[in-house]
């Protein structure tokens, strides 16, 4: 079905994937039954953390997008609710109405801040070769 998909646990426990670790994502019930069929399935969750600097220049692992534990992380700020994160982008972010690229996308969306603490360089890594 999705080539070699096989781990198992080492004398330490610890579970290895044989062939390299497969993630199955669907968002089709009938889809995940019929696989499910040929496989136990191990659960997990993604999380995406980055480790950028706050503004003392400290580096912190935070989570990618940014919540509210981001802004606070970095900035120091005391965001404690949606609304107040939201209040908080609303400050930064400039209105841009049809972002020509990407960057103008991030920029009309987190504000200059994050955007350069988070996503420039993540894109610039991922893109710029």
């Avoid at 191990?42 to 003392?56: F, G, L």
């Avoid at 606070?72 to 020509?100: G, H, Q, Y």
């Avoid at 009309?108 to 420039?120: C, Q, W």
Wanted: proline content about 5%; overall charge neutral; some cysteine.
């Amino acid at each position: 079905i999705g080539g070699n998909c096989y781990d198992y646990l080492d004398r330490h426990g610890i579970r290895v994937s044989l062939y390299g670790v497969h993630l199955f994502h669907t968002k089709f019930e009938r889809v995940r039954e019929y696989v499910s069929k040929f496989s136990e399935w191990m659960p997990y969750e993604h999380r995406v953390k980055a480790r950028v600097s706050d503004v003392r220049g400290d580096f912190k692992s935070v989570p990618v997008p940014p919540v509210q534990q981001a802004v606070n992380t970095l900035f120091d700020a005391n965001v404690n609710s949606e609304e107040e994160m939201l209040a908080w982008l609303d400050e930064r972010r400039p209105k841009i109405d049809n972002p020509a690229n990407g960057e103008e996308a991030a920029l009309s969306r987190v504000g200059p801040e994050l955007y350069e603490k988070i996503f420039k360089y993540y894109t610039k890594k991922q893109w710029d070769k």
